[in-house]
Nanobody, 126 residues
Framework: QVQLVESGGGLVQAGGSLRLSCAAS????????MAWFRQAPGKERELVVG????????NYADSVKGRFTISRDNAKDTLYLQMNSLKPEDTARYYC???????????????????WGQGTQVTVSS
Protein backbone atom coordinates (compact mmCIF):
# COMPACT_ATOMS: atom_id res chain seq x y z
CA GLN A 1 0.00 0.00 0.00
CA VAL A 2 0.97 3.59 -0.54
CA GLN A 3 -0.25 6.46 1.60
CA LEU A 4 -0.24 9.97 0.19
CA VAL A 5 -0.64 13.18 2.18
CA GLU A 6 -0.87 16.56 0.47
CA SER A 7 -0.05 19.90 2.02
CA GLY A 8 0.63 23.48 0.98
CA GLY A 9 -2.77 24.62 -0.18
CA GLY A 10 -4.36 27.85 0.92
CA LEU A 11 -5.80 31.18 -0.10
CA VAL A 12 -3.76 33.35 -2.44
CA GLN A 13 -4.42 36.38 -4.60
CA ALA A 14 -4.38 36.15 -8.36
CA GLY A 15 -0.82 36.30 -9.64
CA GLY A 16 0.54 34.70 -6.52
CA SER A 17 2.30 31.39 -5.99
CA LEU A 18 1.88 28.26 -3.94
CA ARG A 19 3.90 25.08 -3.61
CA LEU A 20 2.06 21.87 -2.97
CA SER A 21 3.76 18.84 -1.48
CA CYS A 22 2.72 15.21 -1.42
CA ALA A 23 4.46 12.99 1.07
CA ALA A 24 4.37 9.29 0.28
CA SER A 25 4.85 6.36 2.59
CA UNK A 26 4.53 2.63 2.24
CA UNK A 27 5.75 0.97 -0.93
CA UNK A 28 8.81 2.19 -2.81
CA UNK A 29 8.00 5.65 -4.02
CA UNK A 30 10.35 5.81 -6.95
CA UNK A 31 8.72 3.03 -8.96
CA UNK A 32 5.39 4.79 -9.31
CA UNK A 33 4.29 7.30 -11.87
CA MET A 34 2.67 10.18 -10.05
CA ALA A 35 0.29 12.96 -10.90
CA TRP A 36 -1.58 15.95 -9.62
CA PHE A 37 -5.29 16.15 -10.33
CA ARG A 38 -7.73 18.87 -9.36
CA GLN A 39 -11.45 19.16 -8.96
CA ALA A 40 -13.40 22.39 -8.85
CA PRO A 41 -16.94 22.57 -7.46
CA GLY A 42 -19.43 21.21 -9.95
CA LYS A 43 -16.72 19.97 -12.29
CA GLU A 44 -15.10 16.65 -12.99
CA ARG A 45 -11.67 15.87 -11.68
CA GLU A 46 -8.99 16.68 -14.23
CA LEU A 47 -5.34 15.89 -14.69
CA VAL A 48 -3.08 18.84 -13.99
CA VAL A 49 0.26 17.19 -14.64
CA GLY A 50 1.91 13.78 -14.42
CA UNK A 51 5.48 12.64 -13.98
CA UNK A 52 7.13 9.32 -14.66
CA UNK A 53 8.80 7.13 -12.09
CA UNK A 54 12.24 8.59 -12.70
CA UNK A 55 10.97 12.11 -13.22
CA UNK A 56 11.95 12.26 -16.86
CA UNK A 57 8.53 12.86 -18.38
CA UNK A 58 5.79 15.30 -17.48
CA ASN A 59 2.42 15.93 -19.14
CA TYR A 60 0.93 19.29 -18.40
CA ALA A 61 -2.63 20.35 -19.02
CA ASP A 62 -2.71 23.19 -21.51
CA SER A 63 -4.28 25.46 -18.93
CA VAL A 64 -1.25 25.29 -16.63
CA LYS A 65 1.65 25.08 -19.08
CA GLY A 66 4.28 27.67 -18.35
CA ARG A 67 2.87 28.37 -14.89
CA PHE A 68 3.02 25.07 -12.99
CA THR A 69 6.02 22.81 -12.49
CA ILE A 70 5.95 19.26 -11.19
CA SER A 71 8.96 17.66 -9.57
CA ARG A 72 9.76 14.73 -7.36
CA ASP A 73 12.42 13.94 -4.83
CA ASN A 74 12.61 10.17 -4.65
CA ALA A 75 15.10 10.33 -1.81
CA LYS A 76 12.48 12.15 0.28
CA ASP A 77 9.49 10.27 -1.13
CA THR A 78 7.89 13.58 -1.95
CA LEU A 79 6.11 15.00 -4.97
CA TYR A 80 5.83 18.74 -5.52
CA LEU A 81 3.76 21.13 -7.56
CA GLN A 82 5.04 24.68 -7.90
CA MET A 83 2.20 26.92 -9.01
CA ASN A 84 3.00 30.42 -10.23
CA SER A 85 0.89 33.17 -11.75
CA LEU A 86 -2.20 31.66 -10.19
CA LYS A 87 -5.58 32.53 -11.62
CA PRO A 88 -9.06 32.36 -10.06
CA GLU A 89 -9.84 29.46 -12.41
CA ASP A 90 -7.11 27.45 -10.69
CA THR A 91 -9.33 27.32 -7.60
CA ALA A 92 -9.95 23.65 -6.84
CA ARG A 93 -9.09 20.82 -4.52
CA TYR A 94 -5.77 19.36 -5.60
CA TYR A 95 -5.08 15.67 -5.28
CA CYS A 96 -1.88 13.70 -5.44
CA UNK A 97 -2.13 10.27 -7.09
CA UNK A 98 0.16 7.33 -7.71
CA UNK A 99 0.00 4.43 -10.08
CA UNK A 100 0.56 0.86 -8.99
CA UNK A 101 4.10 -0.37 -8.26
CA UNK A 102 6.02 -0.91 -11.45
CA UNK A 103 3.76 1.42 -13.43
CA UNK A 104 6.36 4.06 -14.14
CA UNK A 105 4.71 5.69 -17.13
CA UNK A 106 2.31 8.59 -16.84
CA UNK A 107 -1.37 8.06 -17.56
CA UNK A 108 -3.83 10.84 -18.27
CA UNK A 109 -6.83 8.94 -16.89
CA UNK A 110 -7.62 8.91 -13.20
CA UNK A 111 -8.72 5.28 -13.06
CA UNK A 112 -5.14 4.27 -13.85
CA UNK A 113 -4.07 5.65 -10.48
CA UNK A 114 -4.41 3.29 -7.57
CA UNK A 115 -3.53 5.55 -4.68
CA TRP A 116 -4.91 8.95 -3.77
CA GLY A 117 -4.37 11.54 -1.10
CA GLN A 118 -7.14 13.39 0.68
CA GLY A 119 -6.52 16.57 -1.27
CA THR A 120 -5.57 20.11 -0.38
CA GLN A 121 -7.69 23.16 -1.16
CA VAL A 122 -6.33 25.95 -3.32
CA THR A 123 -8.36 29.13 -3.53
CA VAL A 124 -7.29 32.00 -5.75
CA SER A 125 -9.02 35.33 -5.21
CA SER A 126 -9.38 37.92 -7.95
Amino acid sequence: QVQLVESGGGLVQAGGSLRLSCAASGRTFSIHAMAWFRQAPGKERELVVGISGVGSVANYADSVKGRFTISRDNAKDTLYLQMNSLKPEDTARYYCAARAPGRTEVSTTEYQYNYWGQGTQVTVSS
